[in-house]
């Protein structure tokens, strides 16, 4: 069975940072590329984050790309979403998931449970 389980989301003064961990287990971890996705009140979920196992590249959405670093811990089946200089608008309940494949191709089929990053101003 797939799982995926994040944490370390939290309330944050704007301006802070957090390290998002997911912990993986239940697949080949390197054979699936692992991404964060985010889903703010009211709104659809979105993808922000991708790396990829094919090739170790990562991706960032537009949005925040200069605020965020993912990394892997493959030796813990653990992927990290470094988030810096929280703004209000990044509040949102932030899910990490499996792609379909080891490419970022932007398409999942499981997630965890998620966690909530709450930034106030």
């Known amino acids: 069975e797939v799982q995926l389980v994040e944490s370390g989301g939290g309330l944050v003064q704007a301006g802070g940072a957090l390290r998002l961990s997911c912990v993986a287990s239940g697949f080949t971890f390197d054979e699936y590329a692992i991404g964060w996705l985010r889903q703010a009140p009211g709104q659809g979920r979105e993808g922000v984050s991708c790396?990829?196992?094919?090739?170790?590249?990562?991706s960032y959405s537009d949005s925040a790309k200069a605020r965020l670093t993912i990394s892997t811990d493959t030796a813990e089946n653990i992927v990290y979403l470094q988030i810096n200089n929280l703004q209000p608008e990044d509040t949102a309940v932030y899910y990490c998931a499996q792609a379909i494949g080891p490419a970022c191709n932007w398409y999942w089929t499981n997630w965890g449970q998620g966690t909530q990053v709450t930034v106030s101003s």
């Open positions: 790396i990829s196992r094919s090739d170790g590249t990562t």
